[in-house]
């Protein structure tokens, strides 16, 4: 046996205990405070999360966002989520004057079309008069020649009924004819 025999309760153990129990407890109130602040960073981390999620531009759809570095007129597709309010405006703006250009067109073709219309009609019915005077003219013209070949005709006939009377009186006899082929001469 040892002379000095040490006895788990004596004074000689106890301190180092102590100081041990003591170190143990600071250790775990450390390490909860630790537990704590992490689990409160995570939690301020999650909002954080949560409130760029709710009130960024991806779900809320902000327009702005797309707009690239490179200039105004160009997006970034990735980010694209519509028009801007002015370029809706001045896309509706744009719509409207080329309504009203395309209204304004019609109305000029229609009177366009109208005016040849018109023109055709008026071509038509000149055309239509144009024949009719021709027709009264060559009517006119055949009347003419009928009157014409009617008036020689009669002047044919007088001259035929005057030949018949005055010069044709003299009919030859059939010994005019016997004098003929008589002689070999």
């Given at each position: ?9 004596s ?7 102590q ?10 109130v450390?390490?909860?405070?630790t537990?704590?602040a992490q ?13 760029n999620?709710l009130y ?12 690239s570095?490179l ?53 038509a019915?000149?055309?239509v008069l144009?024949?009719r ?17 009617q008036r ?10 005057m030949?018949d009377k005055?010069v ?18």
């Amino acid at each position: 046996m040892h002379m000095f025999s040490e006895r788990p309760d004596s004074p000689i153990n106890r301190v180092p205990r102590q100081a041990n129990s003591e170190i143990n407890q600071a250790l775990a109130v450390e390490r909860r405070q630790t537990e704590e602040a992490q689990r409160q960073h995570e939690l301020e981390d999650n909002r954080a999360e949560i409130r760029n999620a709710l009130y960024g531009d991806f779900l809320t759809e902000t327009p702005y966002a797309a707009i690239s570095s490179l200039g105004s007129r160009r997006v970034q597709v990735d980010r694209y989520k519509g028009l801007l309010p002015e370029e809706r405006a001045r896309l509706k703006h744009e719509q409207l004057r080329q309504l009203e250009e395309d209204r304004r067109r019609q109305q000029l073709q229609r009177q366009e079309h109208e005016r040849w219309e018109q023109k055709t009609l008026a071509q038509a019915r000149l055309g239509v008069l144009k024949d009719r005077q021709q027709g009264r003219t060559e009517r006119q013209l055949r009347e003419q020649l009928a009157q014409e070949n009617q008036r020689l005709a009669m002047e044919q006939q007088k001259k035929r009924e005057m030949f018949d009377k005055h010069v044709y009186t003299n009919v030859p006899s059939e010994a005019f004819f016997s004098q003929f082929n008589t002689s070999t001469r």
